[in-house]
């Protein structure tokens, strides 16, 4: 079966090619034969959301110059870097990235755009410009490819349903009727596959609490790994399929990284492999690799400072403590949900299992280490999407940079559970991640030098970067809010929506 016949993008569907072979003609074929009456352009600015330029399509000739030549858009209101007295830009459609609007009540299709300077080249400080520079240098460095994926929590926040209620923080992978909210994930999920996104699963997640009126209910979409420009492409409109279905359904959604004290944070976990060939090159001789220890070695390095792209708000350490399966140290395990980096369970010497459990099933030598990823655990729902794969890719070639790569890798092993008393020891040999977005912001600009190599992260957005982190003036907020829910509340409540 094609990868393009079952739940994928509508359009892929239709003109049956995948959507990184879309072309113009392809897309005006289709807008003509399905009386397709509006495109949109969306792209992401400063502030992480998508925004949007609506055309009502009144030709083809109309049609072919959106499509030939973009539209130009006010930089300055989308960027604050962008001077008001020179700030045109030139919004670019990337035509793989098409997909039909779900939500649209009049016929419309969608795309992501690039942003262009006014001499016709690519903005240098555009988050999906930095992400593609990020890639290219890694692929040029290490002669790899780089894919992820990303687990996308969220609460889901509506009036409180008393009947068959679910344990305190015991609501991972719960059915109906004990998860309310188990068909409004299901109709998301299907919305996200029409858009082009590659679903993995889903399932409700351990936070659930209610107060006196309301249910918080937890739930997670997991992708698959696929390039990482990609991954940021596809975590973006998904994150605005499931807001926007939820204001149709008349409850809320947070993506916050916490929500109250005590409770489940929610994060943004990202998956990570390379490839050779077309293989994942994580798993040699049926072990980890090299290649896999130096990725995991240039992600601990630069842990602190990918802090400043993947936890962007001060509630994004409320999160980041003991006890709440968030990482606090720097370090790295297998299987191991206290560390930073986790490698997870592989198929490596397990095979055959289905053939145990289905005796009519013959035997498979198979080779399932394909699955095999690596884990970083500390970003959250307040993450510059773009930025923050930008960050991590930087990272993994920081890995193959580094003269002592498999040592570091090492020496940041643990195999014991670090939040555990019995753990002390170890855990006070290890770095720990920051406490704030004011400490993120110093530890950016102490490596700021390994991100800006090869012209990936301009200067200006490393400054900008800082200075919006420092602006937030939370240094040491996290021992100052203890004990204060009152506090902590109004804190939560104003980040809730954040990005």
Known sequence: MAEYELHSNLIEKYLKKPKSEFTRNDLIKYIEENEI???????????????????????????ETIFSSGERVDGSSLFSFIEAGSSDLYAIPRFRTAFVNPFSEISAIDILCSFYNAQGH????????????????????TGLNFKALG??????????????????????????????????????????????????????????????????????????????????EQLIIAKWIIRMLAFEYGIQISFSPKITVGKAGSGMHVHMLAEKDGKNILIENNKLSDSAHKIIAGILDLAEALTAFGNSVPTSYLRLVPHQEAPTCICWGDRNRSVLVRVPLGWIGASNMVADSNPLEEKTDKDFSSKQ??????????????LLMAGIVTAARHG?????????????????????????????????????CWQSADKLNEKREFFEKFGV?????????????????????????YGNNEEIKKLVDKYLHWK
């Not at 792209?43 to 330029?53: A, F, P, Q, R």
């Not at 690519?122 to 460095?141: G, M, R, T, W």
């Not at 889901?156 to 009727?177: C, L, R, T, W």
């Open 151 to 232: 687990e996308l929590e969220f609460y889901i926040i509506s009036e409180k349903n008393s009947e068959f209620p679910v344990e305190d923080q015991k609501g991972y992978h719960s059915s109906a009727p004990f998860i309310k909210w188990n068909d409004f994930r299901i109709h998301a999920m299907k919305l996200i596959a029409e858009t082009g996104g590659k679903i993995k699963y889903g399932h409700s997640e351990v936070g659930n609490f209610s107060t006196e009126t309301l249910s918080y209910e937890q739930h997670e979409i997991e992708f698959l790994p696929v390039n990482i420009e990609e991954t940021a």
């Open 457 to 481: 992260f301009p200067a200006g957005t490393i400054d900008n970067i800082i200075k919006s982190l420092k602006s937030f003036n939370d240094l040491g907020l996290s021992e100052k809010l």
């Open 400 to 436: 193959f940079e580094m003269s002592n790569a498999l040592e570091l890798a090492k020496t940041l092993y643990v195999e014991v559970n670090i939040f555990k008393e019995e753990s002390k020891d170890r855990a006070q040999c290890l770095k720990n991640l920051p406490a704030s």
């Open 37 to 63: 009456e509006m495109v949109n352009f969306r792209y992401v600015s400063e502030d992480g959301k998508l925004k949007t330029l609506n055309f009502i399509i009144n030709s083809r000739e109309h049609l």
């Open 373 to 386: 990823t690596v884990e970083l655990r500390s970003p959250d729902g307040s993450a510059d999407i773009y």
């Open 122 to 141: 690519p903005l240098e400080s555009a988050p999906e410009y930095i992400l593609k520079k990020a890639h290219d240098a890694f692929k040029k460095e």
